[in-house]
């Protein structure tokens, strides 16, 4: 079982860079393939990016790429999010997932087992 928790979301103008944590409680969050995903009103759930549990292999939305870097931090259990050049349509609640059976990063959140509250994003124009 794995609690995930989101915190750093907020109110941002264009341009501007918001760092996303996720505090995952237990002791094999290093064994967890983990994501991002965003959910925008009138919208569907939507892949942002996703990283491996060692951290060596990620993957992005292509919307996302160049934006945005994934990250995580074994030793602290904590997965992260830096975005940057936000803009309007970025902004969403922000969920981070956990999974214990995938092994390459994934956008299919179907694969995901655990996921946190999220936490809003939202950009001004």
């Known amino acids: 079982q794995v609690q995930l928790v989101e915190s750093g979301g907020g109110l941002v103008q264009a341009g501007g860079s918001l760092r996303l944590s996720c505090a995952a409680s237990g002791r094999t969050f290093g064994t967890y393939a983990m994501a991002w995903f965003r959910h925008a009103p009138g919208n569907d759930r939507e892949f942002v990016a996703a990283i491996n549990y060692s951290g060596g292999s990620l993957s992005y939305a292509d919307s996302m790429k160049g934006r945005f870097t994934i990250s995580r931090d074994n030793a602290k259990n904590t997965l992260y999010l830096q975005m940057g050049s936000l803009k309007p349509e970025d902004t969403a609640v922000y969920f981070c997932?956990?999974?214990?059976?995938?092994?390459?990063?994934?956008?299919?959140?179907?694969?995901?087992?655990?996921w946190g509250q999220g936490t809003q994003v939202t950009v001004s124009s």
């Open positions: 997932a956990a999974s214990g059976t995938i092994l390459n990063p994934s956008g299919n959140s179907g694969g995901y087992d655990y």
